[in-house]
């Protein structure tokens, strides 16, 4: 076994760095990337007829390939080497730790710097993916591989779980990509009264509705959304008066009938704020009477 035998791989920033490869570059890149981390000095030979049999490929295919795949290497004209900027950091993080959790573990033992810790077994050993990646600006090619956890130890590791309830269910209903963040979206909810969240809520069916009739145009992230209370003009004109919804919207508690056909509609509970009631388009509540009529057999409940 290598003395290295998991590879991080940071998803995310492989993939804003290579989209633009074809299936046999990706294929080729992997490969040589698991090889370079494998060997000791994180590199590969300048030699193309083994670079070829490394990647599974013909010498003519490897010829093709070169140019694409080792723009993302650095040559080293010295020692005939080709190496990558951003495995060989993420192997220089790893051995740093390998060693400092070594040097703990003499010190828990009560040795003195000079003894001999090559005895003493890794208790903890660090030869699998970092535990705490953070996110680096994205280099060119020569630096491109993964989110580096080079520098996570001037980094905290955010909370995870921690967003309420109703945050969570207005978070799954937004169209949301991987580019938006959620921290940012929940502290922007936190912001909000309960007459904004309901209206927020309110919004989001003619929100999507919108997104789907202009397919190219990117959803607004959740944040922006809400900071900039877009969610105001996709409500039925006008603002919503102190003592109800929008003219075409309708607040309902959850033993309402129509209540539960939207969630059975939906597939999902719906948010509640703390008046015990939310709000619903009156053209959903007619569409979710229609799937309630067409499906009389369907009495899955949503569960709360």
Sequence with gaps: MADYPALPLWTDKYFADTRHLTRDQHGAYLLLLMEAWRRPTCSLPDDDSLLARLTCSS???????????MAFWNLDGRSKTWTQKALSKEREF???QRKSQKSRIAKRWNKTEKTDTGSIPDRYPVDTPTPTPTLTEVEEPNGSLSETSSDASKAKASKRGQYAAEFEAAWRDYPT??????KEASDAWKRLDDAD???FVAS???FKAYCAKNPEYRPIHMNRYIVKRRFEGHLAPGNAPAGGPDPGYVSLPPEHPDFRAVERLRG????????GKATFIEAEIEQARRYVADHPADMLEVHR
């Design 177 to 182: 990509d991987a580019n938006m963040s959620k």
């Design 204 to 206: 989001i069916p003619a």
């Design 268 to 275: 999902k509970p719906v948010i509640v704020g703390n008046r």
């Design 197 to 199: 969240r309901q209206a």
């Design 94 to 96: 790893l051995s740093n």
């Design 59 to 69: 010498p003519d295919e490897w010829a093709s390939l070169k140019p694409t795949v």
